[in-house]
């Protein structure tokens, strides 16, 4: 059974910081192109950041130069590494392993950006 357990979201004030942390069971991570996604009511999910296997990185043009996408294979992890927070950062994120037409989804947490 494959489960990704994502953990460190949260309430932080603007300017704040948070890491998030996506552990996957069930699969080798380092044949997964690894991601985060992150959704808030009545928008589609939209792709906040991606790391491919071999440590290419894509990101959302808002979050570009505040996230850091990395990965650690011989922990099955993946990380998000966010500064400079602002409140249209506030939304459910999510973690996602794909590959070709196999992609696996966390279950979601919050992280709330606010005064």
């Known amino acids: 059974q494959v489960q990704l357990v994502e953990s460190g979201g949260g309430l932080v004030q603007p300017g704040g910081s948070l890491r998030l942390s996506c552990v996957a069971s069930?699969?080798?991570?380092?044949?997964?192109?690894m991601r985060w996604h992150r959704q808030t009511p009545g928008k589609q999910r939209e792709l906040v950041a991606a790391i491919g296997t071999i440590g290419d990185t894509v990101y959302l043009d808002s979050v570009k130069g505040r996230f850091n996408i990395c990965r650690d294979d011989a922990k099955s992890a993946v990380y998000l590494q966010m500064n400079s927070l602002k409140p249209e950062d506030t939304a459910v994120y999510y973690c996602?392993?794909?590959?070709?037409?196999?992609?696996?989804w966390g279950q979601g947490m919050q992280v709330t950006v606010s005064s």
């Open positions: 996602n392993a794909r590959q070709t037409s196999t992609s696996y």
């Open positions: 069930g699969i080798r991570t380092r044949v997964f192109a």
